[in-house]
């Protein structure tokens, strides 16, 4: 699916993008293309992928060459934890590596500020681990800490939220966009 200011639109590929038979030169969420209209035929073909700023990958199970791609051109990953029994240090890291290893530049956010007792001492441990990222205190469900997030959203900017199930990421979402899209 592509959107242009024709509004969205399927699409197909054009044959060079298959002849490599790597996943990772098909196009992805995220990526901008130079689409072909083809009126007469009812279609829309993608010619190019324009080049990528950022992409979040990971390697396709038994294949040493090939990787699959998740999404692309990303600015700001939020990385979600939640201030419950499940926060975690370490899983923080990985996602540190993961969005660091992306291009893209990762906020941390650690939500849920209503059922934590010491939000700001778990913000200095995260602190000592994420040295210059930015960190963000949020309670989603009241809202706190909520505007801060769009600082790095509008116009051309393209943010990812990553963090395990259960953290708050739909519910982020929807207290950022005023409703609730996501269940």
Avoid at 16 to 36: F, I, N, Q, T
Avoid at 51 to 75: C, H, M, W, Y
Avoid at 98 to 107: K, L, N, Q, R
Avoid at 143 to 160: N, P, S, Y
């Amino acid at each position: 699916t592509v959107k242009s200011v024709k509004g969205t639109q399927t699409a197909s590929v054009s044959g060079r993008h298959h002849k490599s038979g790597l996943k990772a030169d098909l196009p992805c969420v995220g990526d901008w293309v130079a689409v072909e209209d083809r009126p007469d035929e009812n279609q829309t073909i993608i010619q190019e992928i324009l080049p990528r700023k950022s992409k979040f990958s990971r390697k396709v199970a038994g294949d040493l060459a090939d990787e699959q791609l998740v999404a692309t051109n990303i600015d700001t990953v939020f990385l979600v934890s939640g201030l419950d029994k499940e926060f975690n240090e370490r899983r923080i890291e990985r996602y540190l590596s993961v969005a660091w290893d992306s291009g893209a530049t990762p906020v941390v956010i650690l939500n849920k500020l209503d059922i934590c007792d010491s939000p700001e001492e778990i913000k200095k441990q995260v602190e000592l681990i994420a040295p210059g990222v930015e960190i963000i205190l949020t309670d989603a469900k009241s809202g706190i800490g909520v505007e801060e997030l769009h600082k790095f959203c509008g116009f051309g900017k393209t943010v990812a939220f990553l963090g395990s199930s259960g953290v708050g990421k739909s519910t982020l979402v929807n207290a950022m966009i005023g409703e609730e899209k996501m269940k």
